[in-house]
């Protein structure tokens, strides 16, 4: 199969959905509105996708349908706040199930590929609330294009050592692949020494964008959307 020769990326993460009772999911509708915007083929959501584990399986449901109808592959990576353990909203639902959609940790051990783009998105989920390193031991590139996922804490010095998943200079720059995803930081900001690019997309409620990332025979161009105003999930959603 020829890959298309190039790919339009939507990298957004923290979006704590049902941090407060009731079921809001207008920011995920938002985000999904904003990939149709700019021709996204592809969504990566970098980690606490839900604010925690007791979400109700209505919910989960709905979070499902909006995801099955996004018209478009969605790769999400479990974070520490909805990470993978027994009663996860990722194992007691059906977001694993449709086809569009990727859990690494569930549907992939840590890695998917595209060969349509010729493309691998790989990442190490949260499984559980321990601490681990997210960016340990980078994956091998095997495909034209690699984008990694991490869900962690930046370490800018010392005084960051205590904090849990931190992410360091080092570990970004050892990675071989053209982009790196992360989510934890509610505020988007790139980091490391810009040998590899690495964004924290940020919150999208306090960020108020996503970052857009597109790889083509130029390279690999980073920039922040602003998010749409939601049309509502009956106008987003596809048949």
């Keep these: ?23 809001d999911f207008s920011v995920l509708e938002t985000v999904l509105e904003t990939a149709d915007r700019v021709e996204a083929d592809l969504v990566l959501l970098a980690g606490d996708i839900f604010d925690h584990n007791r979400v109700r399986t209505s919910s989960i449901a709905k979070a499902t349908w909006l995801l099955r109808g ?4 969605i790769v999400i990576l479990p974070g520490n706040h909805d990470c993978l353990v027994p009663d996860s909203v990722y194992r007691r639902g059906d977001l694993a199930e449709p086809e569009n959609v990727c859990v690494l940790g569930i549907s992939a051990d840590e890695a998917v590929r595209f060969p349509q783009w010729d493309l691998e998105v ?3 989920p949260h499984i559980d609330y321990s601490d681990h390193s997210p960016l340990a031991l980078p994956r091998a590139r095997s495909t ?22 931190l992410i360091r200079d080092e570990e970004i ?22 040998s590899v ?11 108020g964008t996503v970052n857009v990332i597109r790889l083509d025979s130029g390279g690999v161009h980073v920039s922040r959307e602003p998010l749409c105003e ?9 048949e």
């Design 1 to 23: 199969m020829q890959a298309k020769p190039a790919l339009t990326v939507v990298h957004s993460s923290d979006l704590h959905l049902c941090a407060q009772t009731g079921d």
């Design 70 to 73: 996004a018209g478009r592959q």
């Design 122 to 124: 790989w990442g190490r």
């Design 144 to 165: 034209r294009w690699q984008i990694a996922m991490a869900h962690g804490h930046w370490v800018t010095g010392k005084h960051d050592l205590h904090r849990s998943y």
């Design 173 to 194: 720059a050892a990675c071989t692949c053209d982009y790196i995803a992360l989510g934890h930081w509610d505020r988007a900001l790139q980091i490391g020494d810009g």
């Design 197 to 207: 690019p690495a964004y924290y997309s940020g919150s999208p409620q306090l960020a």
């Design 230 to 238: 939601s049309q509502g999930p009956e106008r987003r959603v596809r």
